[in-house]
């Protein structure tokens, strides 16, 4: 099974991160995988869910 390329930069990114220090390649690609969920929630953001019984 092969991973999907455009969601690889996370895991890629962290690598860079624990291995060399450097954030910002799993900081861009954990952005852009939020965005397609609608974005990060801020402090303070509260979401109501209702139980579909």
Known sequence: MQADPERGAL???YRRLCERGE???FADAAAE???LAGGPLREGYARSWRAAL
Do not use: M, V, Y
């Open 11 to 13: 895991l890629g990114g």
């Open 33 to 35: 995988i939020l965005a």
């Open 23 to 25: 954030p910002q390649g």
